[in-house]
Nanobody, 126 residues
Framework: VQLQASGGGLVQTGDFLRLSCAASGRTFSTVAMGWFRQAPGKEREFVAAISYSAENKYYADSVKGRSTISRDNAKNTVYLQMSSLKPEDTAVYYC????????????????????WGHGTLVTVSS
């Protein structure tokens, strides 16, 4: 399984950004997906997650209300849209593959994910 995140870059405070993560393999539509981020000098933290069917979505408090996670199972791609970006959103954003459907999981825990992409850097200037 390979995960390729893209869409990062240098943006300004208040801007909008959409990150994409393309996954390889034939089981994408049966697995949960998540986004995490790691800011310089900080630990990796949960951002958002989506169930295999997109019925359930989860967000960190820090991005709730200004972020939307979505997926296109026909394209094996998961997206993270973020608006009203802040300097504290600056981080490397990673997508990760979660468990298969019908598997109990903790969406916000990194240990729930078994494959990780290399990340895409988002820099928000003030």
């Amino acid at each position: 399984v390979q995960l390729q995140a893209s869409g990062g870059g240098l943006v300004q405070t208040g801007d909008f950004l959409r990150l994409s993560c393309a996954a390889s393999g034939r089981t994408f539509s049966t697995v949960a997906m998540g986004w995490f981020r790691q800011a310089p000098g900080k630990e990796r933290e949960f951002v958002a997650a989506i169930s295999y069917s997109a019925e359930n979505k989860y967000y960190a408090d820090s991005v709730k209300g200004r972020s939307t996670i979505s997926r296109d199972n026909a394209k094996n791609t998961v997206y993270l849209q973020m608006s009203s970006l802040k300097p504290e959103d600056t981080a490397v954003y990673y997508c990760a593959r979660g468990p298969r459907m019908w598997t109990a999981w903790e969406p916000m825990a990194a240990t729930s994910y078994n494959y990780w992409g290399h990340g895409t850097l988002v820099t928000v200037s003030s």
